[in-house]
């Protein structure tokens, strides 16, 4: 696997990415491009928060997830499963905490602020918007 992240940098900088110590790549397999959130180091957190993404357009996140979440955070009505869901990656969307969980047991489900997720979706959402990678999949 070749890495290409460093040719793209995203356009300013989200700490909440260091809280949970990821980070997004471009990378090259078998002369295919794909998107990932890579993460840095091991936690269950970080695992379900990578996993959410693969399989997933960036359009679900701007038209549905975004807009559902902030709903939420604004104390109006919202759909808790309109969290969609990657590959095998559940979100539960709450006023305040969401919940992670995987179809896999050997990961626990993760609760995480609502505002955690919804600052992670806008880096990404920015990161792939202002690099023009919209059209690649992400694995």
């Known amino acids: 696997m070749i890495k290409l992240s460093h040719i793209f940098k995203r356009k300013k900088h989200y700490p909440i990415l260091d809280k949970y110590d ?13 998107l990932h959130v890579h993460i840095k180091s091991m936690t269950d957190a970080n695992f379900l928060i990578s996993g959410y993404f693969v399989y ?11 807009p559902n979440i902030n709903r939420a955070l604004n104390g109006d009505p919202f759909d808790e499963n309109g969290g969609q869901s990657g590959i095998d990656i559940f979100l ?25 997720i919804k600052e992670i979706i806008e880096a990404w959402v920015d990161w792939v918007v202002s690099n023009k990678l919209e059209n690649l999949p992400s694995l």
């Open 22 to 34: 990821i980070e997004f790549k471009l990378l090259k397999e078998s002369g295919e491009k794909y």
């Open 56 to 66: 997933m357009g960036v359009e679900i996140f701007q038209d549905d997830i975004l």
């Open 92 to 116: 539960t969307i709450g006023a305040s905490t969401s919940l992670l969980e995987s179809a896999n047991a050997m990961h626990k489900p993760v609760i995480i602020p609502t505002q955690d």
